[in-house]
């Protein structure tokens, strides 16, 4: 009798077993750190929103931070990005700048959402600019990258497809902040400030983790099972002595 574990095991299957059950782990172990930074970011955002809102100083202000601008409405230099939907009308996002009083600076504020007309070649609705000093509260809220789009983004007038703060210095020589202002304080001009809370995404990294563990098991399991069948049952030699 004699065991001949050698002849039904190979290295190749073994191998990838093993190197597909760590790259499995791994991929799940990225996908729990990522729903933890997501679940931070969330919880600053939270915290962020409960602060007070705080006058402009002079360093940077941080993503969600609560302000409160006064300055005035500069008329004539307000822009519409496009493409904006609220609960399932197409619209504007309306960006007007705002002089800072007493501190030369310019903030670009996002002041709302309006409505597109049926007619959109028709130019959209003209925005009040209410004269005199203002207050505006708001977050901190910092451009992200331009999304992929097939043709260049070619502004008509006032209508902007994606809003570029550096383009924007660019065609009205204004010195604007490097963020813009997301406004949560009411006013009466029409526009809908119903800002919804960001999607961090937490609920889908976790589910894409579970699904990379699922799979690191099933290698292991894989793995565990060529071994014990490649060494399970040992083989009588059946031949007769000579």
């Known amino acids: 009798m004699s065991l001949r574990p050698a002849a039904r095991l190979h290295p190749v299957p073994l191998l990838a077993g093993v ?9 799940g172990n990225w996908q729990t750190r990522r729903a933890a930074e997501k679940a931070e ?31 005035e409405w500069l008329p004539g ?56 000093e203002t207050a505006v509260t708001g ?14 983004d070619s502004p008509s007038g006032s209508v902007w497809q994606t809003l570029d703060l550096a ?9 604007v902040a490097d963020f813009y202002l997301q406004q949560t304080s009411p006013a009466d001009d029409g526009l809908i400030r119903n800002w919804p809370e960001p999607d961090a995404g937490i609920e889908r990294h976790r589910g894409y983790a579970l699904q990379w563990y699922a799979l690191a098991a099933l290698a292991a399991a894989l793995t565990l099972w060529y071994l014990w069948n490649a060494f399970r049952s040992p083989r009588h030699d059946q031949r007769k002595p000579l």
């Open 167 to 175: 383009r924007y210095r660019s065609e009205t020589r204004l010195p």
């Open 41 to 71: 970011l969330q919880a600053e955002y939270r915290a962020a929103a409960e602060r007070p809102a705080q006058p402009l100083g002079s360093t940077p202000p941080s993503e969600w931070q609560s302000l409160e601008l006064r300055g």
């Open 19 to 27: 190197a597909l059950a760590l790259l499995t782990l791994q991929l």
């Open 77 to 132: 230099r307000s822009i519409l990005i496009d493409n904006r939907v609220h609960e399932g009308r197409a619209g504007y996002h309306v960006f007007t700048p705002l002089q800072l009083k007493g501190q030369g600076g310019v903030v670009l504020v996002n002041r709302g959402w309006i409505g597109a007309g049926a007619d959109r070649s028709q130019p959209p609705p003209r925005i009040a600019n209410p004269p005199g």
């Open 139 to 152: 977050r901190v809220r910092h451009p992200g990258e331009k999304p992929f789009m097939l043709a260049a």
